[in-house]
């Protein structure tokens, strides 16, 4: 933890500021201690060089970010490689609508203080924190915190934060920009957990989010009764499971067959056209993840991701239009991608 992050974080109890016991520190970071609320008193330990704020106690929270913890313990390696790191850019800039790299850095250039709410193993905080005059507070509420301080802590701009986004500690309209990609429907209650972070960004701040996008009738069908299930196994069975899938996908896609829809199937949202088999299979009836750069590892990951956390909200592009509406935001884009929709807005005042 960086000594400086004392003038901008402040007790998520009370808003106050904090006073600094340090007990350890190596060069400029510390790397135990406690911060102590000034006015309610209430202690926050520092262990391995980050704050740590988690409050919530109750089973569900537990549950998802063990589940969370889970899978960065197991798959933080296959995750920090350059070829994902690579493809997770990409992938950012076509759903944001940036050209390029250089349009959104420029982007960055007018934004001092920056959030990546839900940054899992760092690879956004690092992403959004090239512009060197930028702040970055790079939080999340599971350990994967601490797979990202080891690869990215080094980063002079980049703060690193274990603490729960729907309870933080920061001043209100503190953030010029708001970053949560893939995080807000794993938690209690996607809507109201947005509408809370919105009350974090500054007049004409902008906010970029993703959530999961409601799947054709029958995938959801499935993920309802697959998940009911899978959320209750233990992280092994959840594994095991999550490896079936993967094989499953990866023998889908080795067909490398195609097959063609002659007629709409409206009961089902099955449009006619031509697919491949294991994308149909994919999209209408059962996540079965293969990646394309055949990363067994990886695969068994993103399945995993999908099974075993307890929240899993799906939604639709008219759900997410009235949220960012409620909360007086302008939306300056929306991409709608199968898996996903993808929103960035602007605080109007
Ligand atoms: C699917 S991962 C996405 C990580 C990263 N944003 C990315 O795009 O690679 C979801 C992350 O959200 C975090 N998360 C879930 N609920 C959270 C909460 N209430 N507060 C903070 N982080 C949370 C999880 O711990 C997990 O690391
Ligand atoms: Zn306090």
Not at 24 to 32: A, C, F, G, R, T
Not at 105 to 115: A, E, G, M, R, V
Not at 194 to 217: C, D, E, M, R
Not at 277 to 288: A, E, G, I
């Amino acid at each position: 933890m960086k000594p400086s992050i004392l003038e901008y974080i402040v007790c998520p109890t009370c808003s106050s500021d904090f006073k600094l016991l340090t007990k350890s520190k190596l060069k400029n970071e510390i790397k135990e201690g406690t911060l102590i609320c000034v006015k309610c008193k209430d202690k926050f330990k520092i262990t391995k060089g980050i704050p740590r704020f988690v409050v919530d106690v109750t089973k569900d929270f537990v549950r998802t970010e063990m589940a969370f913890s889970a899978k960065w313990k197991n798959h933080h390696k296959n995750h920090h490689a350059k070829d994902w790191v690579n493809w997770q850019k990409n992938w950012f800039l076509e759903r944001f609508g940036w050209k390029s790299i250089g349009q959104f850095n420029t982007f960055l250039k007018s934004q001092n203080f920056i959030l990546d709410a839900g940054t899992g193993i760092g690879n956004s905080a690092k992403l959004l924190s090239t512009n060197k005059s930028s702040t970055v507070f790079a939080l999340d509420a599971s350990d994967s915190v601490d797979f990202a301080y080891k690869k990215y802590g080094t980063s002079s701009n980049i703060h690193f934060i274990q603490a729960d986004i729907r309870q933080l500690p920061f001043r209100k309209t503190f953030f010029d920009y708001i970053f949560s990609d893939q995080v807000l429907h794993h938690t209690k209650n996607t809507s109201t957990s947005f509408k809370y972070l919105t009350k974090f960004l500054a007049k004409f701040g902008f906010i970029s989010i993703y959530v999961y996008n409601k799947k054709a009738p029958i995938r959801e069908y499935v993920d309802d009764y697959i998940r009911k299930r899978t959320v209750k196994m233990s992280v092994r069975e959840c594994t095991e499971f999550s490896k079936d899938m993967a094989y499953l996908g990866q023998a889908l896609s080795k067909l490398k067959k195609k097959i063609t829809i002659p007629r709409d199937i409206p009961l089902l949202g099955v449009k006619a056209g031509t697919y491949d088999v294991q994308r149909f299979v994919y999209w209408n009836f059962l996540k079965c993840f293969w990646d394309e750069s055949d990363n067994l590892q990886r695969s068994v990951g993103v399945n995993f991701d999908w099974y075993y956390p307890k929240f899993a909200y799906r939604h639709t592009v008219s759900e997410v239009k009235k949220w960012f509406r409620d909360a007086k935001l302008k939306i300056t884009t929306l991409k709608e991608i199968e898996s996903g929709i993808s929103v960035t807005g602007r605080k109007k005042s």
